[in-house]
C-alpha cells in the first residue's frame, strides 16, 4: 500500500475510513456510527473494500462515483457482483455499472447524513463532488475526485479553464472554510512544491510542506484538507490573488487558472 489506512472521527457521529488504492489513489467509505449505513467512494479495490466493511460491522448502501476514468470507477462491476443490488450513483454514462445517474445540487441520503451532489465538469465532463453534511454539522466534508486536489487540481481533460474556474472558485470555495476535503490521489507534495515556485514567499505552503513530508515519512495520508487551507496554499484556489496574478502575467482569473495548469504540467519539481 501507498499510504497507512487512515480513520478520521467527524462531528456528529460521521466516520470516514480513508483506504489506499493502487498506486496513488484514495477511496473513501463513509459511515453514519448512528445506522451504520455506509456508502463508499470511487471504490476502485472492491475486495479491499468489502474487507474494511467487513471488519467495521456496517452496511453499505451505495457507491458514489466523482467520475469516470478507469482509477476511480473501474471496480464498479465487480463490486455489485459482491454486494448485489448496491446502487452506484454518478454524473457520467461511461461509469461502469451507473445505476442512479445524479445532476448538481440533486441530494442523496446515507443512512442520517446528507449528500449533495456539485456538478464540477472539466477533469471530465460528468464529474461530481460530493459534499457530506448532517443537521448538526454543515460545514461537513467534500470528497472532490480529481477536480480539487489538496494543493492542486485535476488536468483540464474534457474542460476548459472557464470550467475549472466555476468548479473551483464559484462552487468549491463558496463552502465553509471549515469543511473537510477528502481528494482523489497522494499527490500532495509535488503539488506543494509546485505552489511554493509559483509563491516562494507564502509561509503558509512552506508550512504545509513540512508536515506533508513528516506525514510521508511515516507512509501515512496527507488529507484531509480545509476549504481555508486550500485557499491558503492553493494557487489554482488563489487566482484572484495578485502574487498569482504577477507570477502568471495576468490579472484576469480565469486566465491565470489556464497558465497555471499549463505551467503545472510541465513542472518537473
Same mark, same amino acid.
Given at each position: 500500500m501507498h499510504s497507512n489506512i487512515k480513520i478520521v472521527n467527524q462531528k456528529s457521529n460521521v466516520r470516514v475510513e480513508v483506504l489506499p488504492a493502487l498506486k496513488d489513489n484514495y477511496m473513501y467509505l463513509i459511515v453514519d456510527e448512528t445506522s451504520k449505513d455506509a456508502a463508499i467512494v470511487d471504490p476502485v479495490e472492491p475486495r479491499k473494500v468489502i474487507k474494511a466493511v467487513e471488519k467495521a460491522g456496517i452496511r453499505l448502501k451505495m457507491a458514489l462515483t466523482t467520475h469516470h476514468h478507469w482509477d476511480h470507477a473501474g471496480g464498479n462491476e465487480e463490486l455489485v457482483k459482491l454486494v448485489p443490488g448496491l446502487p452506484v450513483f454518478g454524473g457520467d454514462d461511461r461509469i461502469g455499472a451507473l445505476t442512479n445517474k445524479i445532476k448538481h445540487n440533486d441530494k442523496i441520503k446515507i443512512g442520517n447524513l446528507d449528500v449533495k451532489c456539485l456538478f464540477t465538469p472539466c477533469h471530465t465532463t460528468g464529474h461530481i463532488c460530493f459534499h457530506v453534511t448532517t443537521k448538526d454539522d454543515k460545514n461537513g466534508a467534500v470528497f472532490t475526485?480529481?477536480? /480539487?486536489?489538496?494543493?492542486?487540481?485535476? !488536468?483540464?481533460? %474534457?474542460?476548459?479553464?472557464?470550467?475549472?474556474?466555476? =468548479?473551483?472558485?464559484?462552487?468549491?470555495?463558496?463552502?465553509? &472554510?471549515?469543511?473537510?476535503?477528502?481528494?482523489?490521489?497522494?499527490?500532495?507534495?509535488?503539488? /506543494?512544491?509546485? =505552489?511554493?515556485?509559483?509563491?516562494?514567499?507564502?509561509? !503558509?505552503?512552506?508550512?504545509?510542506?513540512?508536515?506533508?513530508? %513528516?506525514? !510521508?515519512?511515516? &507512509?501515512?495520508?496527507?488529507?484531509?484538507?480545509?476549504?481555508?487551507?486550500?485557499?491558503?496554499? &492553493?494557487p489554482f484556489m488563489r487566482v484572484r490573488e495578485a502574487s498569482i496574478h504577477e507570477f502568471c502575467g495576468t490579472s484576469n482569473p480565469v486566465n491565470a487558472m489556464g497558465i497555471l495548469r499549463e505551467k503545472k504540467n510541465k513542472f518537473k519539481g
Open positions: 475526485g480529481d477536480t /480539487l486536489l489538496l494543493s492542486g487540481c485535476g !488536468r483540464f481533460f %474534457e474542460g476548459t479553464k472557464e470550467q475549472m474556474y466555476h =468548479a473551483l472558485i464559484e462552487v468549491l470555495s463558496e463552502l465553509s &472554510n471549515d469543511t473537510l476535503v477528502y481528494c482523489g490521489h497522494e499527490y500532495t507534495v509535488k503539488s /506543494l512544491m509546485f =505552489a511554493e515556485h509559483v509563491e516562494p514567499d507564502n509561509a !503558509r505552503t512552506k508550512e504545509k510542506i513540512k508536515w506533508c513530508k %513528516e506525514q !510521508r515519512q511515516k &507512509n501515512d495520508p496527507t488529507i484531509p484538507s480545509t476549504i481555508g487551507e486550500e485557499k491558503q496554499y &492553493n
